[in-house]
C-alpha cells in the first residue's frame, strides 16, 4: 500500500515539472513576463532651425547650393530659413538680424563682404548661434565655427596653367574680379602666379563684384581701348557669362575667356564649336550642400567635425564637357 501511494505521488510530481518546463507564451502579458522595449530608451533626432544666407540668389550655383542644403537639412527633421541679401552687405546684415530674432540654432554663411560682415558675426555669436562659414571666407574667422569651400587658390591656377599651353608666347589679358568675395580673390591670385613670368601683360581689370551685368558693362569698356586681348580670367562663371557677351559686341574672335564654377550655362558654351569660352575651374555646390549640412549637424550635436575643410576642383574644356554633361551641376 505504501509503495502504491509513493508511486502516485512520483507521477504527480513528474506532470508538475513537465507542465512547468513546457510552458508556452500564451495569455497576458502578465502571464508571460516577457521583457518589453523601453521607448525611452530611443533618443529622438533633435530638430534644428538653420539660416541661409549667400552673396545672391540670382546666381545659379547658391541656387543649386541652397537646394543642396534644403534636402539634406530637411531629411534630417530639420528647418531652413533662406534669405537674400541680392550682393548688399548691409541687407545682409539686417537680414541676419531678423532671423536671430525669430530664433537660430546655426547659419550657413557666404558674405556678400567678408570684411564688412563683421557686425553680423557679432551678433551671431552673442545669441549663440553656430557659424558655418561656407564658399566665401569671412575675415574675421575667430567668429566662426567651421568654414567648409572649394579649393579657389587650385581653382585659378588650373585655368592659369591651361593658358599656358594655349598661348605658350604670352599675350595680353583682361582680369575681371569681385574684391570683396575672399573666393575670387583666392582664384585670381592662383591664376596670377600661375602666368606670372610667362610673357603675359595685364592690361585691364575690374572689380565686378561678381555679377554678370558689370562684368559685361565693365568689360566692354575695356576692349573698347584693347582690340588684341589673348585672355580674359573671371571670378566666377556670371562674370565669364557678361565677358562673353561683351567680347561678341566687341567683334572679339580670338580671346580666351576662363571662368570658375562649372555652371550648365557654361558648360553649354564649351560644346559650340565657335565659343570664346576656354574652360572652367569646376566645383559642386551639392557636395558643398552636403558637407556643409554635414558638419552643421555635427557641431549641434557635439560629434566631432574638420574645423576646415576644402572640396576638389578639376578643369572643363570642349575636350571633357560631354562626360560631366550640361544640364545640371556636377
Request: hydrophobic share 40%.
Amino acid at each position: 500500500m505504501k509503495k502504491k501511494i509513493f508511486s502516485i505521488f512520483l507521477v504527480m510530481v513528474l506532470c508538475i515539472g513537465m507542465t512547468a518546463g513546457c510552458k508556452k507564451n500564451v495569455g497576458t502579458s502578465q502571464d508571460n513576463a516577457i521583457a518589453e522595449e523601453d521607448d525611452d530608451s530611443k533618443e529622438e533626432a533633435k530638430s534644428y532651425r538653420f539660416g541661409f544666407s549667400c552673396i545672391t540668389m540670382e546666381n545659379p550655383y547658391y541656387i543649386t547650393l541652397e537646394q543642396a542644403l534644403r534636402e539634406a537639412v530637411e531629411a534630417q527633421g530639420s528647418t531652413l530659413v533662406t534669405k537674400d541679401p541680392a550682393l548688399n552687405v548691409d541687407t545682409q546684415i539686417e537680414q541676419i538680424h531678423q532671423m536671430i530674432k525669430d530664433g537660430l540654432d546655426a547659419i550657413f554663411l557666404c558674405p556678400v563682404s567678408r570684411d564688412a560682415i563683421t557686425p553680423a558675426l557679432e551678433e551671431l555669436k552673442e545669441a549663440g548661434v553656430k557659424i558655418i562659414n561656407i564658399d566665401t571666407e569671412v575675415k574675421d574667422t575667430d567668429y566662426i565655427d567651421a568654414y567648409i569651400g572649394s579649393d579657389n587658390k587650385a581653382a585659378g591656377q588650373l585655368c592659369g596653367e591651361d593658358l599656358i599651353q594655349q598661348s605658350p608666347d604670352g599675350g595680353k589679358i583682361v582680369i575681371l574680379e569681385g574684391l570683396t568675395q575672399n573666393s575670387i580673390v583666392e582664384r585670381i591670385t592662383g591664376f596670377e602666379e600661375a602666368i606670372a613670368g610667362k610673357g603675359f601683360e595685364i592690361v585691364g581689370r575690374a572689380d565686378v563684384s561678381g555679377d554678370l551685368n558689370e562684368a559685361r558693362e565693365a568689360a566692354n569698356k575695356i576692349f573698347a581701348e584693347n582690340k588684341d586681348v589673348t585672355a580674359v580670367m573671371c571670378g566666377n562663371d556670371q562674370i565669364a557669362l557678361g565677358a562673353l557677351v561683351a567680347a561678341r559686341t566687341a567683334g572679339l574672335t580670338d580671346v580666351k575667356i576662363y571662368g570658375v564654377d562649372g555652371s550648365p550655362d557654361l558648360k553649354k558654351e564649351l560644346q559650340k564649336t565657335d565659343s570664346l569660352i576656354r574652360g572652367t575651374s569646376a566645383q559642386s555646390p551639392i557636395n558643398l550642400g552636403k558637407e556643409s549640412a554635414k558638419i552643421g549637424f555635427a557641431i549641434l550635436n557635439g560629434d566631432d567635425y574638420e574645423k576646415t575643410t576644402y572640396l576638389n576642383v578639376f578643369f572643363i574644356d570642349a575636350s571633357n564637357v560631354d562626360m560631366y554633361g550640361v544640364d545640371g551641376w556636377q
